[in-house]
């Protein structure tokens, strides 16, 4: 079994940081990439940060148009987890906030698509 736990989301003021992580933890062979999502109440679910491949030293990233500058995703490598730092949050960045990896368990030929529960992020003054 895999699980992705995400953590770090809370209320925060306009202008304000926060960390958030998000744990793979089971049988994982591979990792292929993680991402981040948001859905925000009314609204369709939308990537925010990718980071492929998740392993080796030249990960590629990329960001949604309305966070670049100020999010920036990254990777411990060793402990299965990948972290979005959030600058400059404005109340358009509240939302719910989901992981998504592609993880290949150990003695299986594929990468199997798994989300977190997701955690809560509110910009508000």
């Known amino acids: 079994q895999v699980q992705l736990v995400e953590s770090g989301g809370g209320l925060m003021q306009p202008g304000g940081s926060l960390r958030l992580s998000c744990a793979a933890s089971?049988?994982?062979?591979?990792?292929?990439?993680m991402t981040w999502y948001r859905q925000a109440p009314g609204k369709r679910r939308e990537l925010v940060a990718s980071?492929?491949?998740?392993?080796?030293?030249?990960?590629?990233?990329n960001y949604a148009d309305s966070v670049k500058g100020r999010f920036t995703i990254s990777r411990d490598n060793a402990k299965n987890t990948v972290y979005l730092q959030m600058n400059s949050l404005q109340p358009e960045d509240t939302a719910v906030y989901y992981c998504?990896?592609?993880?290949?368990?150990?003695?299986?030929?594929?990468?199997?698509?798994?989300w977190g529960q997701g955690t809560q992020v509110t910009v508000s003054s």
């Open positions: 980071l492929t491949p998740y392993y080796g030293d030249r990960g590629s990233t």
């Open positions: 089971g049988s994982i062979l591979s990792i292929n990439a």
């Open positions: 998504n990896a592609g993880i290949q368990q150990t003695g299986t030929d594929y990468y199997g698509d798994y």
